[in-house]
C-alpha cells in the first residue's frame, strides 16, 4: 500500500518520513563461531564474577533437583572464580556500586527516611489529642533485649498495654507492613485505609521470604531493624506461604516432615513476635487465606494454628483469621465474593494465592478492625467507617 | 520463562548453538525452533501449549480454508469467519470473566440471580499477540499478499519464542520467508544484537524496576497517602516505566532474534519525542499500530468515507485498541483519550491546512511546545491505564490539585534524574550510541564477550533482587 493513500491517524511504517531509523554504519556480520564465542566469554565472565552469590543463593534455595544442579554447575566455576580472583574484584565493583555482595540472599532491607516528629511544636489547644511525643529512650532498668540492647517493655515494667497513640498530623501513626509478597499487596491497601494525614504506612515486605530460612532473609534481624529505626506503632504481618520447607537454625536443619518442624517453627514465630512486641509495638497477625491448591490446605492450617496460638499469648498481639474470612459457606476457595456491603467482586488473583486491589482492601478492612476492637485504634487514624 | 534470567540465559545458549549446527537442515531446524518455543512457553505452565497449538491449528486451518476459494468478497468472508473463531479463546480467556461478574452485579441489582457461573479464567501469558498475528496470517492470504505456509511452518511463526509472550507483532510476509530459507551464517550482527540485549536489560532490570518500586507503585497503589508533587512525579515515572519495560522487552526480542539470524521489524521510536498524539503513534508499539490500521481501520473504511465516519472509525479503532489491552474501564479510558485526541487533533490539521498554515511545528520553540503537551496528553492518559479503576485514577488524579501542603519524600534526585535522563535520551539528537556500537563492532570476539560482561555485570549489580514480570506480559 502506497504512503499517500494511508490513513493519516494511525502509524505507518511505510510512510517514508516514519519508517524506522537504520543505522547509517551496519556494523560488522560475523559468523555463528564468532558470536559464540563472544557470548560464551560474556556469559563465562559473568558467571564467574557472581559465583559466590549465586553459589550463596543456589544453597539457600529450596532443596531439590534444581538446587542441586546449580550447585554441581556452580562450584567448579566458583572455584575457577577464586582462583583467578575474578570473585575479589567484582565484590569490589559491587562495593564500588553500592551494593553488599554478602548481603542476604533474599536482598537487603531498605527503610526509607521517615519524618521526625516536630516535638517543639505547640500543641492544638482544640484537639483532644496528647501532645505529640517521641518515644522515650529505653529505660536503664529495663532488662537488655537480645543482642544487648535496652528496650522499654510495658510488660516487663508492670504496666499494662496502653491502646494505640491517638496519631496527629506533626506525628502521625507509624504502621509497617511486613512478611511475603502477599504483605506487599495488603501495604497499599492499608496506605487506602489509613489517614494519610494521620498515618504513614511503610511497605517493607520482602517477595519470596517467610520464617523458615533465615539464611535467605532474616526476618527476626530485619525485624529488630524495623523496629529500632522506625519505632512503629503497629506492625501487620503476612507471610507463612513460602515456608513449606525445611527450617534452618544455627545447630542446623529440620526437615519439613520432621516431627519437631512445627516446635521450631513455633519458636521462630515467638521470636519474631516477641522481636516486635518487646519495645511496646502493637502487632496485627494476619493469617494465611485459603487458597486454590487444596493439597496445601493442611500445611497452612497448621502455621495458622501457630501464628493464633503466638499471638494469643501476647496482649500486644492480634490475630486475623483471614482463612475464615475468605472461605466460602461450605469451606472452600472462591475468586468472587461478596464484600461488606454485599456486592460480587473478584477478590483473588488468577494464581489462586494472591489478591486482587478489591480483595486485599476487603483483607485490609478485616486486618484494621482487628487492630481496633484489640488496641482501640483510633477512628481519627482510618478513612474508612469501621 | 523470563528474558532477564538464568534459566533464558542457559535456554538461550542451547538453542543458539543447536540452532547454528541445523542450520543447514531447515526441516530439523524448524522443528528445533517449534520445541524450543514450546518449552519456553511451558515454562509458565504446560497446560498453555495445547493452547497455543489450537490457536495454530485454527489459524493454518482458515488460511487453507479460505485460499480455496477464488471469489474475492467470498475469501473475505471465510476470513471474517476464521478471523472469530480465532478470537473466541481471547474473549473467552480476557473477557469472560468481567462480563459474567458485570452481569451477575447488574441482575441482582434487580433481585436476579446471576445468568452465567462466576469462574475464574486465567489470561494465558501472550495469548493477545499471537492471536493478532494468527488473524494477520488469515486476513494476508484472504488479500493474497501471502500463500498459505506449510503447517511447520505456520507453528513456528506463530510460537517463534522471541516475539511469543509479548510481541512484536510481526506479520507472515515478514517471518514467513525467513523461518522458509535457512539464516545467512555469515551475518549475524553481533554488535547490534548485543546492544539490543544489553539495553533492552538496561532499560527492564534498572530503570524500570527502579522507578516502580522507588514512586510509581506506592503512589498509584495509595494516591491518598503520597503529596501532588510525588503524584506528579509517579505520573511521569510511571510514563517512563512502561516505555523502558516495554521497549526495553521489545529491544531483548528483536536483539534474541537477530543472534538467530532472524530480523523483526521496529517496535518503538521515540515516542515521548511525539509532537501529537497522531505522531506518538507512529512511534509506539508501532507493530500492533499497523495491526490496528490494516485489519480493523481500514477495513471500517478508514478515512474516506466523510470526517464524520473517519472520526467515528478513529474512535472504533482506539477503543478496541484500549480494550484489547485489558477487561475494563480504565483501557477503554485510555482509549477513549487517544482516539479523542487524534479526532480533535485530525479536525486541527484540517482547519490549518485550509487557512495555509504550517502542518507541523515550524520553529524548535513550537516543536518543544507541542513535546511538553502531546507528553502530558499521554501521562494523562497512562493514570487510566495504570490505575486499576476509574476512580482510583480520578483519586491520583485528585491529588495533583489538593496535595501540594505534604511532604515528598518519595521524589529523590536519583528518581528525577532517572526520570530526566530517559526523557532527554528521547529528545536530544545525536546520542553516543551508533559510535559505541561501531567502535565494539571492531573488538575481538574475546573482548567484546568481556565488555559485554562488565556491562551484564553493572545491570545485574544495579538491579533489584528478582525482576518483576514485564508489563505487557498480562496483555
Redesign the interface.
Known amino acids: 500500500m502506497a504512503a499517500e493513500e494511508l490513513p493519516p491517524e494511525l502509524a505507518t511504517l511505510e510512510d517514508p518520513d516514519r519508517a524506522p531509523r537504520e543505522d547509517a554504519d551496519r556494523s560488522r556480520a560475523v559468523t555463528p563461531k564468532q558470536a559464540g564465542v563472544t557470548l560464551a566469554v560474556c556469559l563465562a565472565l559473568w558467571a564467574m564474577a557472581f559465583a559466590p552469590t549465586l553459589e550463596r543463593t543456589a544453597h539457600t534455595a529450596p532443596s531439590g533437583a534444581r538446587r542441586d544442579a546449580a550447585l554441581a554447575i556452580l562450584r567448579p566455576v566458583a572455584v575457577i572464580s577464586d582462583v583467578l580472583a575474578v570473585g575479589d574484584a567484582a565484590e569490589g565493583a559491587m562495593r564500588a556500586l553500592g551494593h553488599d555482595p554478602n548481603g542476604p540472599s533474599g536482598g537487603e532491607l531498605v527503610i526509607p527516611e521517615l519524618e521526625t516528629p516536630d516535638v517543639s511544636v505547640q500543641p492544638d489547644p482544640s484537639s483532644e489529642a496528647p501532645a505529640p511525643t517521641t518515644k522515650p529512650p529505653a529505660s536503664p532498668t529495663t532488662p537488655p533485649a537480645e543482642g544487648g540492647r535496652r528496650r522499654p517493655n510495658p510488660l516487663v515494667d508492670g504496666a499494662p498495654p496502653s491502646d494505640i497513640r491517638i496519631p496527629t498530623e506533626r506525628d502521625r501513626l507509624r504502621v509497617v507492613v511486613v512478611g511475603d509478597s502477599l504483605s506487599q499487596g495488603l501495604a497499599p491497601a492499608l496506605g487506602e485505609l489509613f489517614d494519610p494525614s494521620n498515618a504513614r504506612v511503610l511497605s517493607l515486605g520482602r517477595i519470596s521470604t517467610g520464617l523458615a530460612r533465615p539464611d535467605y532473609f532474616n526476618w527476626q534481624a530485619a525485624l529488630r531493624r524495623i523496629v529500632d529505626e522506625v519505632r512503629p506503632d503497629v506492625v501487620f504481618v503476612l507471610l507463612g506461604t513460602n515456608d513449606d520447607q525445611p527450617i534452618v537454625t544455627s545447630e542446623g536443619t529440620v526437615d519439613l516432615g520432621a516431627t519437631d518442624w512445627t516446635y521450631a517453627y513455633r519458636e521462630r514465630a515467638a521470636a519474631f513476635l516477641r522481636e516486635a512486641t518487646s519495645a511496646g509495638t502493637r502487632v496485627v497477625w494476619v493469617g494465611i487465606p485459603v487458597v486454590a491448591e487444596r493439597e496445601r490446605w493442611d500445611f497452612y492450617r497448621r502455621l495458622n494454628d501457630v501464628y493464633a496460638d503466638t499471638a494469643a499469648a501476647d496482649p500486644l498481639a492480634a490475630y486475623v483469621d483471614s482463612w475464615r474470612l475468605l472461605e466460602t459457606r461450605d469451606g472452600g476457595y472462591a475468586a468472587y465474593l461478596r464484600n461488606e456491603r454485599g456486592v460480587l467482586q473478584e477478590m483473588r488473583a488468577g494464581d489462586g494465592f494472591h489478591f486482587t486491589p478489591n480483595g486485599y482492601l476487603y483483607l485490609g478492612r478485616a486486618a484494621i478492625r482487628a487492630a481496633v476492637e484489640a488496641f482501640s485504634l483510633a477512628p481519627a487514624s482510618l478513612e474508612f467507617r469501621i | 520463562m523470563l528474558f532477564p534470567t538464568?534459566d533464558f540465559?542457559i535456554f538461550f545458549?542451547i538453542v543458539?548453538?543447536m540452532h547454528?549446527v541445523l542450520?543447514p537442515h531447515p526441516r530439523a531446524r524448524k522443528w528445533l525452533l517449534l520445541v524450543s518455543s514450546y518449552v519456553f512457553y511451558a515454562w509458565w505452565d504446560w497446560r498453555l501449549v495445547w493452547l497455543l497449538v489450537t490457536v495454530s491449528a485454527i489459524a493454518q486451518l482458515g488460511a487453507l480454508w479460505v485460499e480455496r476459494q477464488d471469489e474475492q468478497a467470498a475469501r473475505s468472508r471465510r476470513a471474517i469467519v476464521a478471523s472469530l473463531a480465532l478470537l473466541l479463546p481471547l474473549v473467552w480467556f480476557k473477557y469472560y470473566?468481567f462480563f459474567a461478574?458485570s452481569l451477575?452485579?447488574a441482575f441482582?441489582g434487580i433481585g436476579l440471580s446471576?445468568p452465567l457461573p462466576?469462574l475464574?479464567?486465567?489470561?494465558p501469558v501472550g495469548i493477545s499477540f499471537y492471536t493478532f498475528m494468527a488473524i494477520s496470517y488469515v486476513v494476508d492470504v484472504s488479500r493474497l499478499e501471502i500463500t498459505p505456509a506449510s503447517w511447520l511452518d505456520t507453528f513456528v511463526y506463530l510460537a517463534f519464542f522471541p516475539h511469543l509472550v509479548a510481541g512484536p507483532i510481526v506479520r507472515g510476509e515478514e517471518l514467513l520467508p525467513q523461518i522458509r530459507r535457512r539464516r545467512d551464517?555469515?551475518?549475524?550482527?553481533?554488535?547490534?544484537?548485543?546492544f539490543l540485549i544489553l539495553g533492552g536489560l538496561f532499560k527492564k532490570v534498572v530503570v524500570s524496576s527502579f522507578l516502580a518500586a522507588q514512586i510509581v507503585?506506592?503512589v498509584f497503589?495509595?494516591p491518598?497517602?503520597?503529596s501532588a508533587l510525588e503524584t506528579l512525579v509517579a505520573i511521569y515515572g510511571y510514563a517512563i516505566v512502561i516505555y523502558t519495560d516495554f521497549s526495553g522487552y521489545t529491544d531483548i526480542a528483536i536483539g534474541v532474534a537477530l543472534?538467530l539470524g532472524f530480523e523483526f521489524?521496529?517496535n518503538f521510536?521515540r515516542p515521548y519525542a511525539a509532537v501529537s498524539l497522531?505522531d506518538f503513534?507512529?512511534?509506539w508499539h508501532?507493530t500492533l499500530?499497523?495491526w490496528?490500521?490494516d485489519y480493523l481501520?481500514?477495513p471500517l473504511g478508514?478515512?474516506k468515507r466523510g470526517e464524520v465516519r473517519?472520526a467515528i472509525n478513529?474512535m472504533i479503532?482506539m477503543l478496541l485498541g484500549g480494550l484489547w489491552h485489558g477487561a475494563g474501564w480504565t483501557f477503554v479510558a485510555w482509549g477513549g483519550l487517544h482516539g479523542i485526541g487524534?479526532v480533535v487533533g485530525?479536525w486541527r490539521?484540517c482547519s490549518r491546512e485550509r487557512r495555509g498554515l504550517p502542518l507541523e511545528p515550524a520553529s524548535a520553540a513550537a516543536v518543544l511546545r507541542a513535546r511538553v503537551v502531546t507528553f502530558h496528553l499521554i501521562c494523562l492518559g497512562w493514570v487510566f491505564f495504570r490505575a486499576?479503576?476509574i476512580g482510583?485514577a480520578f483519586d491520583v488524579l485528585d491529588r495533583l490539585v489538593t496535595g501540594w501542603a505534604?511532604?515528598s519524600?518519595?521524589v529523590t534526585p536519583l528518581v528525577v534524574a532517572a526520570i530526566a535522563g530517559m526523557l532527554l535520551l528521547q529528545n536530544v539528537p545525536g546520542t553516543p550510541g551508533?559510535v559505541v556500537?561501531?567502535t565494539?563492532?571492531?573488538l575481538a570476539?574475546?573482548m567484546?564477550?568481556?565488555a559485554?560482561?562488565?556491562v551484564?555485570?553493572?545491570i545485574?549489580?544495579?538491579g533489584?533482587?528478582?525482576v518483576a514480570p514485564f508489563i505487557y506480559f498480562r496483555f
Open positions: 538464568t540465559a545458549a543458539f548453538a547454528w542450520n470473566g461478574l451477575a452485579n441482582e446471576p462466576l475464574q479464567v486465567v489470561l551464517p555469515e551475518r549475524i550482527d553481533v554488535s547490534r544484537a548485543a507503585d506506592p497503589g495509595a491518598g497517602a503520597h543472534l521489524p521496529v521510536d497522531r503513534w507512529h512511534r508501532i499500530s499497523r490496528l490500521r481501520y481500514i478508514g478515512g473517519t478513529v479503532t487524534q485530525r490539521r486499576g479503576s482510583r505534604e511532604p519524600t518519595l551508533p556500537q561501531r565494539f563492532s571492531r570476539p574475546v567484546q564477550g568481556a559485554l560482561a562488565v551484564l555485570f553493572a545485574t549489580t544495579l533489584p533482587n528478582g
